[in-house]
């Protein structure tokens, strides 16, 4: 048997109404094609019957399928990152397990690879059939990372990935993954296609409102200077700031013999003092996320490989 062209990374999460529908849809497209490939799926923590499924699979399909079990749940880019130590193919493609992409869409990603010669393609959705909420949340990632880090703004879960720079990936070690961004770093060989975004028919997205702000801030603090930029832009404001007010009560002492007053001293007690935490707070995080890196505290810690 020849060397796997492609190989399909599934992060899993309480998905056992879609799963075998998903693989059975992948491998059709795949045979159509003619092309060999290798479905790999990342049980990632899920509470549901999943992993029965995924186990099933691995029985009926044991050339084509890697079943991976971790021990609890990392979150999908972890789970993505877990994947990729697994891989064998020429080619990566990352496909949600829900369905609203379908498997289908794989033949514009290398439509598109094929006509550009990209190491990377994403599939960008014109029109995402999320929850307001879940939108709002990748609204405000892609524009954060567009204006103070590397991707373009454009990214998604499904993207077609040479292997060449999926290697460059898996030898470092990361504490917080994200790959959209470690991705950037590797290559600026990267086009877009768009892909049809299909509404969820089985089971709930697994974002909440506050779990999206969580993702959010660990993606902010773990891989951009934004806030301390924040802290930088606020220090020179608290200055200047001062500074007006140290000329005004020195013009209205000298001028009109005015006393400095007793409320005035107050604000000024608070208002530095709120500053000094709060930039204390964002300087806090970094040095926990250092104090993670020294740990040696893993991305993800595999249970079961099938």
Known sequence: MGKTEFSVIVPVFNSEKTLEQLYLRTEQFFSGKQKSFQMIFVDDGSADNSWGIISSLKKQNPETVTAVKLAKNYGQHNALF??????????????????????????????????????????????????????????????TFKNFANTSGKGSSFKLINSSVTEKIISRNYRMFFLDEILA?????????????????????????????KIALKLVVGYTAFPLKIISWFGLLSALICLGFVGYFIYMKYTYGAELGFTTLI??????????????????????RLYIGETGKPSFTVKTVL
């Open 267 to 288: 604000v000024s007690i608070f208002f530095s003092t709120g500053l000094i935490l709060f930039s204390l707070g964002i300087i806090g995080e970094y040095v926990r």
């Open 185 to 213: 770093w590797h290559t600026d060989s990267i086009t877009h296609v768009v892909v049809n975004h299909l509404p969820r028919t089985q089971g709930k997205s697994g974002y909440s409102l506050f779990k999206l702000f």
């Open 82 to 143: 877990c994947g990729l130590t697994f891989v064998k193919g020429e080619w990566v493609i990352t496909l949600d397990d829900d369905l609203q992409t379908p498997p289908e869409e794989i033949e514009k990603l290398l439509a598109t690879q094929e006509n550009t010669g990209a190491e990377l393609v994403y599939g960008y959705y014109e029109k995402k059939e999320h929850s307001i909420i879940r939108n709002l949340g990748s609204w405000f990632i892609e524009k």
